[in-house]
């Protein structure tokens, strides 16, 4: 079994910053990608970026140049800074982590962009 915490969702004015963090711990050898998604209100949830065990990254277009992943395998997490944010980002965000195979899901923490 896998479990993910995730921590550092909130409210935040436009053009501001946060971090988010997503903990894996557990029982496994390795992770291969670490992703983060979205889900705003009345939208389907979106890929917003991921990170390959390889350190390669990809992004969605609507978050580039704004958004950071990145990840610490000593520490089995995933980052997401969150720069220049817009209203449009509000969601909740959830990591998805794929170790050896398998994809665990956390809890989703709420971003909220609002003035």
């Known amino acids: 079994q896998v479990q993910l915490v995730e921590s550092g969702g909130g409210l935040v004015q436009p053009g501001g910053s946060l971090r988010l963090s997503c903990a894996a711990s557990g029982s496994f050898f390795s992770i291969d990608d670490m992703n983060w998604y979205r889900r705003a209100p009345g939208k389907q949830r979106e890929l917003v970026a991921r990170?390959?065990?390889?350190?390669?990254?990809h992004y969605t277009d609507s978050v580039k140049g704004r958004f950071t992943i990145s990840r610490d395998n000593a520490k089995n997490t995933v980052y997401l800074q969150m720069n220049s944010l817009k209203p449009e980002d509000t969601a909740v965000y959830y990591c998805?982590?794929?170790?050896?195979?398998?994809?665990?899901w956390g809890q989703g923490t709420q971003v909220t962009v609002s003035s």
């Open positions: 990170v390959t065990s390889g350190g390669s990254k």
């Open positions: 998805k982590v794929v170790p050896q195979g398998l994809p665990y």
